[in-house]
């Protein structure tokens, strides 16, 4: 990655680094809430919806906006095209959802979805047509922009849901929280994109979307149908009652997955689409992004094996304290989830989705398998079969974007793991801790309390250990940060 474009991912990721933190705190605050309010049957029943309707927001997207930035020179003409795709799109699949809605509440839960499912199918197009606002103002870098506009509607609609939750109107009103961040999110990103967009359908455009969103939408769809699969089999294998359980306890670590890949994937993707015929750059770009995701999302996975019973009690309830063992299992996947977005991020912005739908088909068909034979075991088996399909398909994408960029894995993989080492220190204490001392409530803030002590030590007094990217050219930014807020507070 050249001098440039990574000040520019740097800036990218400052700007995204700060929604993060953000939108961060504001979603965990809301998830705690929540999670104290609803039943986790409401939420099994909340999981059973959102199953459908995250499929149909893959295909209503149809990787237009996806499309919109990776041209490098889109004019107003294919600006408007992708616009009108998204409006034609995004109707359609409403009006499948809404025809349907009474067979895919029966085939995945009860007839009690069906009503929220048509209510939340009106997002569908907003949401489709939000592909393509967000599209142009990440082509043109304004990542602070979007996270303002998504932070404000986020807390709009949140505000809505808890109220609702409160006066115990249950499944409606998380239900409510997500059609009115949707709605909202459209509003404001038409408003301040500061374009007309006009409806316009240029057959040559079409041509040119559908030759990359095309292969995106199936990549895409396929991964969002494997993202839900748990979702999908879980209520009638087991229960709604143990969806709930499984959606809310992988859902408050999917949310910080998101979020923070998200920095990454945001800030990556316009600028690797810029310089997708620049081999040296992209090989560049892959090492660093991936030594400095894997030494970051490590260090969030022993924080949330570690301290899983302290984090539950805080952001979940004391009535989720059963799901530790759960949420331990499922934090394994907080580093294969980066592997895989990063991979996602590589293979779009260097258009090889044909092979990332060839991935995640072959993703889906083994997490079935899995799920169908292991689902015996509760969920704790569909956790691990989860976990091991995830570890395939990183394992399949990292192979092949090495093959492509002429990037060695062995090399790749030896660099990684000496970019580990810095944990084993961490993980040392953490065993002590569990086996000695892992029992009351006071213990576990004490212990996190020391666990973060030994992180700071590390990375301000050890920084070599955790690695040559993080040395120099995470590390002197941190000290600079750090000596600006001393001065300060002096």
């Known amino acids: 990655m050249s001098a440039g474009n990574f000040d520019k991912t740097i800036k990218g990721l400052s700007s995204q680094t700060l929604v993060t933190i953000v939108l961060g705190i504001l979603e965990i605050v809301s998830f705690s809430i929540m999670s104290r309010l609803l039943t986790k049957t409401e939420f099994g029943y909340y999981a059973a919806i959102m199953s459908v309707i995250m499929i149909f927001r893959s295909l209503a997207e149809a990787g237009i906006g996806a499309s919109v930035i990776q041209r490098k020179n889109a004019d107003s003409s294919y600006i408007n095209t992708a616009y009108s795709l998204a409006l034609v799109?995004?109707?359609?699949?409403?009006?499948?959802?809404?025809?349907?809605?009474?067979?895919?509440?029966?085939?995945?839960?009860?007839?009690?979805?069906?009503?929220?499912?048509?209510?939340?199918?009106?997002?569908?197009?907003?949401?489709?047509?939000?592909?393509?606002?967000?599209?142009?103002?990440?082509?043109?870098?304004?990542?602070?922009?979007l996270g303002i506009f998504q932070i404000a509607a986020f807390v709009v609609s949140n505000t809505i849901a808890v109220i609702?939750?409160?006066?115990?109107?249950?499944l409606y009103s998380i239900v409510t929280g997500n059609i009115l961040n949707i709605l909202l999110q459209n509003v404001i990103l038409r408003y301040f994109s500061q374009t007309k967009f006009q409806f316009t359908i240029d057959r040559n455009k079409i041509s040119d979307i559908l030759s990359f969103g095309g292969w995106l939408t199936l990549s895409r769809l396929t991964g969002s149908i494997y993202n839900q699969l748990d979702k999908i089999l879980m209520a009638k294998l087991l229960s709604v009652y143990e969806l709930g359980n499984f959606y809310r306890t992988r859902g408050l670590i999917e949310s910080i997955n998101s979020q923070i890949g998200g920095v990454f994937d945001v800030t990556l993707f316009p600028i690797l689409s810029g310089i997708q015929d620049e081999r040296e750059a992209i090989q560049n770009a892959y090492k660093k992004s991936l030594n400095l995701g894997c030494i970051f999302f490590s260090l969030l996975f022993l924080y949330f094996f570690f301290n899983a019973k302290l984090i539950i009690y805080l952001f979940l309830g004391e009535k989720w304290l059963d799901q530790i063992l759960l949420f331990r299992v499922l934090s394994f996947s907080m580093v294969i989830y980066f592997l895989t977005r990063l991979a996602d991020c590589f293979i779009r912005s260097l258009a090889l989705v044909k092979f990332g739908f060839a991935v995640k088909l072959l993703s889906c068909c083994l997490l079935i398998v899995g799920i169908l034979f292991f689902y015996i075991y509760g969920s704790i088996g569909i956790a691990v079969v989860i976990l091991v399909t995830n570890i395939i398909s990183a394992t399949v994408k990292t192979w092949y974007i090495c093959h492509r960029t002429g990037v060695s894995m062995g090399s790749l993989f030896q660099s990684t793991i000496r970019g580990l080492l810095y944990s084993i220190p961490l993980v040392v204490l953490g065993?002590?801790?569990?086996?000695?001392?892992?029992?009351?409530?006071?213990?576990?803030?004490?212990?996190?309390?020391?666990?973060?002590?030994?992180?700071?030590?590390?990375?301000?007094?050890?920084?070599?250990?955790v690695g040559g990217v993080y040395y120099k050219q995470i590390y002197p930014v941190l000290c600079n940060k750090i000596r600006v807020l001393y001065h300060k507070l002096k």
């Not at 349907?100 to 509440?105: A, E, G, T």
């Not at 609702?164 to 249950?170: I, S």
């Not at 030994?454 to 920084?463: D, N, S």
């Open 89 to 145: 799109v995004g109707i359609i699949a409403t009006i499948i959802v809404v025809l349907l809605s009474n067979i895919f509440s029966r085939l995945i839960a009860d007839d009690t979805i069906c009503i929220p499912l048509m209510l939340i199918s009106v997002t569908l197009i907003p949401y489709s047509l939000n592909s393509v606002y967000k599209a142009f103002l990440l082509k043109h870098l304004h990542f602070l922009r």
């Open 164 to 170: 609702m939750a409160v006066y115990n109107f249950g």
């Open 431 to 465: 065993i002590a801790y569990l086996l000695l001392y892992d029992s009351t409530f006071i213990n576990s803030v004490m212990f996190f309390l020391l666990f973060t002590i030994a992180v700071l030590i590390i990375l301000l007094h050890f920084p070599k250990v």
